[in-house]
């Protein structure tokens, strides 16, 4: 088991994603930051669909109860290992009793913790992907606890790895939305020359952003959308969808964003500023 | 006898939008269906798709690995042609028992009033119709329903309550529907139906698929605390009749 002591703002259990039901309305779900998670899952030799944990700007407090292997990544939130720093993509060895903790954020808003075969919260509709109205907690609090599975020996290929951190990056690779032909000329040029900022609206269902482009009175039958797509509400302002996001809607899908540019969004946070780029 | 001039396009690298004529009509939503359950059947049997329908659209969702549009636009052009000669897929109407006590129809006095029509006569309507399902979203479980009569038509309320209780059965603009779970909600609130459009604990969680018909019926109170503790220990029955495609 793994003990929470303190749960942190908002951390919750992560997998690819619940699929088999986006016809009856239920979100994919999933990791945030694809990136980051499928990196420390892939450190560990973890199974592609093995769960992980996310945090959200301010991490937990936890305790192992059993021997095992985790890595890091994502987010900076100044790790700590029985009060010594730990890097990230870092393979780490793990004792009974040992605490892992989280404190200042340094850079990216999402943490991501993976554990030698993965965390096994419950499977519901095919994922252990965290959501509300689906699985029993929408996110951990103090004192709840996670099961994961004792591995005392393990010898990973490779133990770290580097990467160039993308977390600084702002600019979103984007390819044209459904609707992305009605957009005249002048909503065209300020989506794609301008800079814009991440609001307070910010959640794992979408991230609202603080600047409006002109608006419009674009009528349209509701209809599906992905996470990543780029919705325009008729008063200008641009919502992008999320991991969380509901599955159609009845706004104009003028962009979707690369798979990449998702993981770049899932980093950022409130006032943190993005910019669109045709791919 | 698919006949209509269908738009594909790409919809970012791991989708495919198909888009009818932009009109509210069954026979669009019944070609839609029939050109869905052939793919589903036929040619994208590969789990690693989702078939989304919606209204006049069906999205096609590859979790695995990126499209090749233009080739799969051919593919696709070619399987329209071919599901002609398929048969429409099964539908159901379902029965659902709706409470209009004013313990729940919290909004009905509001409505019937707005609509000059009295309580019971709101009710006589929205229990005469018979409804089609042409989109799920918005929550789990959220059924998009057409066939609203015009004498039932109201705004939505200016203020969105904060809380609507699971089950509330409302009406808005052209739209009736159940929120299949507690959240926040502008629509008028009239009743609440006592069978669960969604649960988490079945392999098949929602019963209802799009293209399927719906008729609310009244029931009492007593009924209805009958059927949630039916509800509660997974006993209760639903009304479906199946329909001749």
């Known amino acids: 088991m793994l003990k929470v002591l303190k749960a942190g703002l908002f951390t919750t259990i992560q997998d690819q994603g ?6 009856k309305g239920v979100p994919v779900a999933g990791y945030m930051d694809t990136f980051s998670a499928t990196k420390i899952n892939a450190l560990l030799e973890n199974k592609k669909e093995d769960a992980v944990m996310e945090m959200t700007m301010t991490g937990p407090t936890l305790q192992f109860e059993r021997a095992t292997f985790i890595a890091i990544g994502g987010a900076n939130i100044s790790a700590t290992l029985n009060n010594n720093e730990v890097a990230n993509y870092k393979v780490l060895k793990i004792g009974k ?20 075969n993965g965390f096994q919260a419950p499977i519901v509709l095919g994922s252990r992907s965290f959501f509300s109205s689906i699985t029993k907690k929408n ?33 979103l690779k984007v390819s044209a939305g459904p609707e992305y032909e009605l957009l005249n000329d002048k909503q065209l040029e300020w989506l794609f020359s301008k800079e814009f900022t991440v609001s307070n609206e910010n959640n794992r269902m979408a991230y609202q952003l603080e ?20 919705q325009l509400t008729p008063s200008g302002k641009i919502m992008v969808l999320m991991k969380d996001g509901q599955t159609t809607g009845g706004y104009p899908r003028i962009l979707q964003l690369s798979d990449k540019a998702i993981s770049i969004m899932a980093q950022k946070k409130y006032g943190d500023k993005v910019r669109f780029k045709l791919k | 006898m698919s006949a209509f001039e269908i738009s594909i396009r790409p919809f970012g690298v791991h989708a495919i939008l198909i888009e009818w004529p932009s009109q509210v009509e069954e026979v669009i ?6 050109f869905t359950r052939y793919l589903n059947e036929a040619s994208l049997k590969d789990e ?83 409804y089609t399902l042409y989109c799920i979203g918005f929550l789990p479980g959220f059924m998009y329903l057409g066939g609203l009569p015009k004498d039932l038509e109201i705004p939505r309320r200016p203020q969105p309550r904060g809380r609507v209780l699971k089950g509330a059965v409302g009406l808005a603009g052209k739209q009736t529907g159940i929120y299949p779970q507690q959240s926040p909600g502008g629509w008028n609130i009239i009743g609440n139906c006592s069978v669960p459009m969604f649960d988490p604990k079945k392999e098949e969680p ?40």
């Open chain 1, 18 to 23: 619940r699929y088999g039901f986006l016809n």
């Open chain 1, 97 to 116: 009793g040992d605490i892992l903790s989280f404190g200042k954020l340094e850079s990216g808003f999402r943490g991501y913790l993976a554990v030698k």
């Open chain 1, 139 to 171: 996110h951990l609090q103090d004192r709840d606890v996670v099961d994961y599975i004792e591995t005392a020996v393990f010898n990973p290929k490779i133990t770290e790895l580097r990467l160039d951190s993308f977390l600084g990056e702002n600019l």
């Open chain 1, 211 to 230: 600047e409006k482009i002109p608006g419009h009175e674009i009528s349209m039958l509701t209809s599906a959308t992905l996470p990543g797509t780029v």
């Open chain 2, 29 to 34: 939503l019944d070609d839609i269906l029939r």
């Open chain 2, 48 to 130: 690693n798709w989702e078939v989304v329908p919606a209204y006049n659209s069906v999205t096609l969702i590859q979790r695995e690995y990126p499209i090749d549009f233009n080739e799969f636009e051919i593919k696709l052009k070619k399987w329209y042609g071919e599901a002609k000669e398929m048969a429409t897929h099964k539908k159901y109407l379902w029965r659902l028992p709706v409470c209009y006590d004013s313990e729940f129809a919290i909004d009905l006095p509001e409505v019937a009033s707005y609509l000059n029509l009295s309580e019971s006569e709101v009710i006589q309507l929205h229990t005469s119709h018979i």
């Open chain 2, 206 to 245: 929602c019963f209802i698929s799009v293209g399927d018909k719906v008729q609310f019926y009244s029931i009492e109170k007593a009924e209805y605390d009958l059927h949630k503790i039916e509800g509660e220990v997974g006993i209760y029955k639903l009304e479906k009749i199946e329909l001749d495609a």
